[in-house]
């Protein structure tokens, strides 16, 4: 199985975001890193996931998109589209990882994360 294992807020003002979900939540709201506000949302002993908030860009300005982790990427973004979803931003690399946006056949975005 592939976990669920981020989230994703998309926000024309993250600074804003970011504030609003620290204040009214109490999250933990780190520095940005690549234009992404990354926020944990509870301790470590309690159910539940972390993930961030960015600015999102033209094509998903507002919104929430969940990060699935899997073992290879290709082969997932290739499995994918093969059953209907569309690629919204190929294969990117990033330090420890490497990320790509999906939207799948009924409409939902996904990114689809493989840890290095």
Same mark, same amino acid.
């Given at each position: =199985? *592939?976990?669920?294992?981020?989230?994703? /807020?998309?926000?024309?003002?993250?600074?804003?975001?970011?504030?609003?979900?620290?204040?009214?939540?109490?999250?933990? %709201?780190?520095?940005?890193?690549?234009?992404?506000?990354?926020?944990?949302?509870?301790?470590?002993?309690?159910?539940?996931? *972390?993930?961030? %908030?960015? +600015?999102?860009?033209?094509?998903?300005?507002?919104?929430?998109?969940?990060? %699935?982790?899997?073992? *290879? %990427?290709?082969?997932?973004?290739? +499995?994918?589209?093969? /059953?209907?979803?569309?690629?919204?931003?190929? +294969? =990117?690399?990033?330090?420890?990882?490497? /990320?790509?946006? /999906?939207?799948?056949?009924?409409? *939902?975005?996904?990114?689809?994360?493989?840890?290095?």
């Amino acid at each position: =199985m *592939n976990r669920v294992v981020s989230f994703e /807020l998309s926000s024309q003002d993250p600074e804003r975001a970011a504030g609003f979900y620290s204040t009214v939540f109490g999250w933990k %709201i780190a520095e940005p890193n690549w234009g992404y506000y990354p926020a944990t949302t509870g301790e470590a002993d309690k159910q539940g996931i *972390n993930g961030g %908030i960015s +600015k999102g860009p033209s094509d998903f300005p507002h919104g929430t998109r969940i990060q %699935i982790e899997v073992q *290879n %990427i290709d082969e997932t973004i290739t +499995k994918s589209v093969d /059953l209907g979803a569309q690629i919204v931003r190929e +294969k =990117m690399e990033f330090d420890d990882f490497y /990320l790509a946006y /999906l939207v799948d056949p009924v409409g *939902n975005g996904i990114g689809l994360i493989q840890y290095k």
